[in-house]
């Protein structure tokens, strides 16, 4: 590297968003801490977990750097290439047939441990799919822009299903969604879409496997009620009887049993119980005593645990936090000087906001159970690093905002 080039990556480092790296460490702490916490409290393996996460964080940091100090213009010409090199993993592993908690997502490396190639491919399709929008051959033709989406998306998708990964599969369509309307896309096209969505519900809850129809009904039960209470002075007492049968057939399992709600009930009982200050830090109970799955607790219900050490007032922090890291992205789209900056920049924001709802829905019964890490807190090397490429992407838009492309 000459003086030159190191000038240079200095100028641009001067001009990094401050405000969101110091969001990413605090929230990162903020992970270490509890999962350090929950093993602490536990024992065996799991007070091993945080120094892993250590080391997940020491290499994700590296990839984050990489990712900024690129040019995201020069990254997304050649974004076909890791593209195309997902697309062959993901088939590589239905082909092995190997399935690790009834799923085809995991790569076994040796010295590694095992990665998940689907989460390190949501900033690859989205980066990709942002040039592809962007460049002028496609803004200038008459090939409309779903046919894109659906040509770039739909491979990685459908074998992100076959795997099956249904959660990692839903956090690409609302990133996806969000290009088209920034895009262009019309609203008649919007509602036919969602009417196509409605009609299809159906269909695409029969395909499911039984347990994760399971986690769908400890979503819909409480709602369900709410909505038959509130129907009720309308109806019959014979149509109001039906309805309370065919309600009460609905969330029974094939065998005729109640179907498994403790996970969520677990993690419902883990946030209220920590009030509005918490039990203390360490002071925790619900994952301690195996209440809430000691195997979840540091990953998808890492928020329930939050909760309950330190309450509503730490968990609103955390809550303040994470919506504070999405706006500083959607500020970066609006100052980004080109197309690319402003799309890639708006599909960040979509994918960590869709994590956060999800993932903290899914600790207070207002969202389905579907294994969702929380952005920077929850344990995990795949998404881990999938988390810093994105935000070491984001921060490329925002350190070349107002500059010409480098060659």
Known sequence: MTSDDLKHNLLLFRRMDILSLLLHVVLLGIGVLFIRGAGLEVGGVMSEMWQRQLL?????????????????RWLG???????????????????????????????????????????????????FMCWVYTHPTLRHSQIPP?????????????????????GTALVYMPFAFMLL??????????????LAALLLLPIGFSSLRPH?????????????????????????????????????????????????NWNAQQSLLAVGSGGFMGKGYLKGTQYVLGYLPKTVAPTDFIFSVIAEEVGFVGSACVVCLLICLILCICRTAILATDELGTFLA??????????????????IQAAPIIGIPLPFVSYGGSFMFGSMMLAGLGQSVHMRRGLAEET
């Open 181 to 194: 309307f920034v895009n262009g896309l019309k609203w008649r096209h919007i509602m036919l879409s969602a």
């Open 77 to 127: 010409r050649y974004a076909w290439m890791p593209y195309l090199g997902g697309l062959c993993i993901l088939v590589l592993l239905l082909l092995l047939n190997r399935s690790i908690n009834s799923s085809r997502s995991w790569l076994v490396i040796p010295g590694f441990g095992m990665l998940q190639p689907s989460e390190l491919m949501k900033p690859v399709v989205l980066l």
């Open 146 to 166: 779903l046919l894109v989406l659906l040509a770039i998306l739909g491979p990685p998708l459908l074998l992100i299903l076959l795997q099956p990964d249904y």
């Open 56 to 72: 997940w964080i020491g290499a994700g940091t590296v990839i984050y750097l990489g990712c900024a100090l690129f040019d995201y």
């Open 346 to 363: 708006i599909g960040i924001a979509s994918i960590f906001a869709t994590h956060t709802f999800i993932n903290i829905g899914m600790t």
């Open 212 to 260: 994760q129809q399971d986690r769908l009904k400890v979503f819909l039960e409480v709602p369900s009620h709410f909505a038959l209470a509130a129907v009720s002075p309308l109806l019959s007492n014979a149509r109001r009887e039906r309805l309370v049968e065919a309600q009460r057939t609905f969330f029974l399992k094939a065998d005729g049993k109640p179907f498994d």
